[in-house]
């Protein structure tokens, strides 16, 4: 099983410390960073690549830009976090293409995703992210042993 995640450079310990929890599975897990954009390509050739073999996909939604919502400011993941996410959704579907964003921030979204059902996570810094980090990663490996292989 192939499980590609996205995530901001600022996310990526927290993409790292997923990568880490599934070290016993029987899970390949791809971080962007690893190998996937390539010189000379086109980001959007890679991930038409990336796409054609995942199985699953993981967007880490993290509070890295502030945006202006109706004259309010909120902070929001990464455009192409949300991006890629429903690129990936197009494709394998929305109990495929999974978010996970941090519990008790307040998230700007887009609307289209609202009342879907993410995975939250505890956000910690240090020696602290993996053991902050293992519920949603349980929750996570679970869902993914439950739907196994994209048979698409």
Same mark, same amino acid.
């Given at each position: 099983?192939?499980?590609?995640?996205?995530?901001?450079?600022?996310?990526?310990?927290?993409?790292?410390?997923?990568?880490?929890?599934?070290?016993?599975?029987?899970?390949?897990?791809?971080?962007?960073?690893?190998?996937?954009?390539?010189?000379?390509?086109?980001?959007?050739?890679?991930?038409?690549?990336?796409?054609?073999?995942?199985?699953?996909?993981?967007?880490?939604?993290?509070?890295?830009?502030?945006?202006? *919502?109706?004259?309010?400011?909120?902070?929001?993941?990464?455009?192409?976090? +949300?991006?890629? $996410? #429903?690129?990936?959704? &197009?494709?394998?579907?929305?109990?495929?293409?999974?978010?996970?964003?941090?519990?008790?921030?307040?998230?700007?979204?887009?609307?289209?995703?609202?009342?879907?059902?993410?995975?939250?996570?505890?956000?910690?810094?240090?020696?602290?992210?993996? *053991?902050?980090?293992?519920?949603?990663?349980?929750?996570?490996?679970?869902? +993914?042993?439950? $739907? #196994?292989?994209?048979? &698409?």
């Amino acid at each position: 099983i192939r499980v590609f995640i996205v995530s901001s450079v600022e996310a990526l310990p927290i993409a790292r410390a997923v990568e880490n929890a599934f070290e016993h599975d029987n899970f390949h897990v791809v971080l962007w960073p690893n190998d996937v954009f390539r010189i000379a390509n086109y980001p959007i050739e890679d991930l038409e690549r990336e796409l054609e073999v995942a199985d699953f996909a993981v967007a880490i939604a993290q509070p890295d830009d502030l945006v202006n *919502v109706r004259k309010r400011k909120r902070p929001a993941p990464r455009d192409n976090v +949300i991006f890629e $996410l #429903g690129f990936f959704m &197009g494709r394998l579907g929305r109990t495929r293409a999974i978010l996970m964003e941090p519990k008790g921030e307040d998230v700007k979204l887009p609307t289209d995703l609202k009342g879907v059902t993410t995975i939250s996570y505890k956000h910690a810094s240090g020696s602290g992210l993996s *053991v902050a980090m293992s519920p949603a990663c349980n929750k996570l490996r679970d869902h +993914i042993n439950l $739907l #196994g292989p994209y048979n &698409g």
